[in-house]
Nanobody
């Protein structure tokens, strides 16, 4: 099973930008659909964005559309989340997740769709 390690989270001022990375182990990264979720203190997990196996299809939550962009580099076994125009309400632990998928175009938005999770990286946006 793939193992995932997130990085890039830190304290940033509102309006700033961050890029999160998710490094995946193994040689079959390109067979996994990927997603980003987040959990703010005292709140449920929230879907952020997801991408299909090839990177040609994505889906994002309304709260981040136009500000966050998901991408992947299958040659580097890495998933990215570019976050711009950050707001205090984006403060959360961000998790990447992987789903083994035989459907090349599949993009998944439910937490239960995913088989593997990283440990999370903290993003804090100050006002």
């Amino acid at each position: 099973q793939v193992q995932l390690v997130e990085s890039g989270g830190r304290l940033v001022q509102a309006g700033g930008s961050l890029r999160l990375s998710c490094a995946a182990s193994g040689r079959t990264f390109s067979t996994y659909a990927m997603g980003w979720f987040r959990q703010a203190p005292g709140k449920e997990y929230e879907f952020v964005t997801a991408i299909n196996r090839s990177g040609g299809g994505t889906l994002s939550a309304d709260s981040v559309k136009g500000r966050f962009t998901v991408s992947r580099d299958n040659a580097k076994n890495t998933l990215y989340l570019q976050m711009n125009s950050l707001k205090p309400e984006d403060t959360a632990v961000y998790y990447c997740a992987a789903r083994s998928s035989y459907i090349s175009g599949g993009v998944y938005v439910r937490r239960t769709d995913y088989d593997a999770w990283g440990q999370g990286t903290q993003v804090t946006v100050s006002s």
